[in-house]
């Protein structure tokens, strides 16, 4: 049996638990508007202490203190990354590329018509020279044509063994394994403050779905790719989808703050490329009203990974003009790919 007077009690306690709260960590989580707390210890640890390092981290600061002028709330902290060059090497080719020469190599026998398809038959060799640098319309063909008839549960199991089991030629490790540590770290970091992370690339959103849950804590739904044309069939008494050899959206350039628009629906806070192919998503994130920030990789380290500039020309000098800040992987990071800081 209650007590007189406990009822006014309790708000009481609730009312002064709920200041203190706000005093200590600027958090009434457990009374009204959750904030995330900040992640304690030392954070970002394979991006070398510099400069730019701090201007990240004090722009993730501002944007998540409520005291701050720049304070974005949490459902609006939206996060967007290229993947291929941005969160994953792209050397000798996106590795979806990579995946789907090796597919029709390891299958032509059960194809013999792909000795005569003008999409596949250039790459049926094991020679990476055959596939340097293959992107855009040559890409998506050879891709398309590989995954005809194919629906997401007959993909899954031939793409995760070559996961596993497919090496990268110059460093010999897996190729998952050529994810890049400082961004992992970002997305992990932008996550524990609130942030919701989202991949927005011009590879297979049905292929990076297979590993970006595993490889990067963004689950397949927050993925926003590149698709064939699908078609509902029934095979041996069963629905599936199945992808046929038709472009549905090619997510470059421009196509990109159209399918984050469609999918996200509001601009994102924060924006990270790579490439001319990431302009436009750079563009639509810090033309946003109010903070925003884009970072664009640069790839010149030629020593730990890859050294060039082509097809990132025109994104370096709009990164000048724009204010985007330019990470350096020569200077900017400490340690590059995932498996560096063991």
Not at 30 to 45: C, I
Not at 86 to 111: G, M, N, W, Y
Not at 115 to 141: C, H, M, V
Not at 282 to 301: E, N, V
């Amino acid at each position: 049996m209650l007590k007189k007077n406990s009822f006014p009690l309790s708000l009481a306690l609730k009312a002064s638990l709920a200041a203190f709260l706000i005093l200590t960590s600027g958090s009434i989580s457990a009374f009204g508007r959750e904030e995330h707390q900040k992640p304690a210890g030392k954070v970002l640890v394979s991006w070398k202490d510099n400069q730019l390092k701090k201007e990240i981290l004090d722009f993730v600061r501002r944007v998540t203190d409520p005291r701050s002028k720049d304070f974005v709330p949490v459902e609006d902290r939206i996060a967007v990354f290229d993947n291929d060059g941005t969160l994953l090497c792209e050397k000798p080719a996106f590795f979806q590329v990579i995946f789907a020469r090796d597919s029709a190599v390891a299958r032509q026998k059960d194809h013999p018509e792909w000795s005569e398809d003008a999409a596949i038959k250039p790459f049926l060799t094991n020679d990476d020279s055959a596939i340097a640098g293959l992107r855009g319309k040559e890409a998506t063909r050879l891709i398309a044509a590989c995954q005809n008839d194919l629906s997401v549960e007959e993909l899954q199991p031939l793409a995760s063994k070559w996961l596993v089991d497919a090496k990268h030629k110059r460093f010999n490790r897996p190729y998952m394994q050529l994810k890049y540590a400082p961004m992992v770290e970002l997305l992990s970091h932008l996550r524990a403050n609130g942030f919701k992370t989202y991949i927005c690339s011009g590879a297979g959103a049905d292929f990076i779905r297979l590993y970006s849950g595993s490889s990067y804590g963004i689950p397949a739904e927050q993925v926003i790719g590149s698709s064939l044309k699908r078609e509902f069939v029934v095979k041996d008494g069963k629905s599936h989808v199945v992808s046929r050899p038709v472009m549905h959206v090619y997510n470059v350039g421009p196509f990109k703050p159209i399918m984050i628009d469609e999918h996200i629906g509001k601009r994102p806070l924060i924006a990270v490329g790579n490439s001319d192919g990431d302009i436009e998503m750079l563009m639509y994130c810090t033309d946003r009203k109010g903070p925003s920030l884009g970072i664009l990789l640069h790839h010149d380290d030629e020593v730990r990974e890859y050294k060039y500039d082509t097809g990132a020309e025109k994104a370096l000098q709009k990164a000048s003009e724009r204010g985007w800040k330019v990470v350096s992987i020569k200077d900017d990071f400490e340690n590059v790919f995932a498996d560096e800081q063991k």
